[in-house]
């Protein structure tokens, strides 16, 4: 349970007991009910995560909205756009295991998180993450909803595959930028889960330059 939890339904509790002492119990009911209501939101189950090295899990819960390639400061990248309802669980965790390598927070608008334009016009929180000999950029984007982006890690920090690293507060959007040769495992309408679920494979450098050396070997020899 994500501490939050317990600050939003606390108060409401203590309406709701008010409420049925000084009226009746149905109308302490209401108030009760968003008490529950929030402590099911701010849950926070544990994650097996996988062990694979190449391995990119998801960031957070949800739907895969967009699968597409982009282009990030001229070069292409694979972008995995996943949508978080109020229904999912919202803890962030960390894509890859590394180092934080940048935090930028960036202003913007609250637009409808399945929209298109969303991804560069919606207030965001833009992470990137170098480990394992590759580099992950993953956006924590506000909704029609979500107000607040947490984010508990800072430049230098390192973190472990799946390793809780914040949450966007209600109905929200998480974006992850890829190297053009990641082998992506999901596809439009995948729900995923955050720390479990693995969206790509990516190879380190060392280990595709090794793969380079082992394929000329086989070529000379034949």
């Not at 999912?88 to 180092?99: E, L, Y």
């Not at 495992?185 to 720390?195: F, L």
Request: glycine share 10%; with cysteine.
């Amino acid at each position: 349970m994500v501490p939050d939890g317990y600050k939003y339904a606390t108060p409401l509790i203590g309406v709701a007991l008010l409420i049925g002492w000084l009226a009746s119990a149905w109308w302490a009911l209401l108030p009760l009910l968003l008490a529950v209501f929030f402590l099911w939101f701010f849950r926070d189950p544990d994650r097996l995560i996988p062990g694979v090295r190449a391995a990119v899990v998801s960031p957070a819960d949800g739907k895969v909205t967009d699968v597409s390639t982009v282009l990030v400061a001229g070069s292409k990248r694979k972008r995995i756009s996943i949508f978080l309802s109020v229904f999912d669980v919202h803890v962030n965790r960390s894509p890859i295991a590394g180092v934080i390598r940048e935090v930028r927070y960036q202003r913007g608008k609250f637009l409808n998180a399945m929209g298109r334009d969303c991804a560069e016009q919606n207030e965001q929180n833009i992470v990137t993450v170098e480990g394992e000999g590759y580099t992950v950029v993953f956006k924590q984007i506000a909704g029609l909803l979500a107000r607040r982006i947490v984010f508990n890690k800072q430049v230098g920090d390192a973190v472990q595959r799946g390793e809780r690293i914040g949450m966007i507060k209600f109905g929200s959007r998480v974006d992850v930028l890829l190297d053009a040769a990641a082998t992506l495992e999901v596809k439009v309408g995948d729900h995923v889960k955050g720390g479990s679920s693995v969206l790509a494979y990516l190879q380190p450098e060392a280990a595709q330059m090794a793969e380079a050396g082992t394929a000329a070997i086989r070529n000379g020899a034949q």
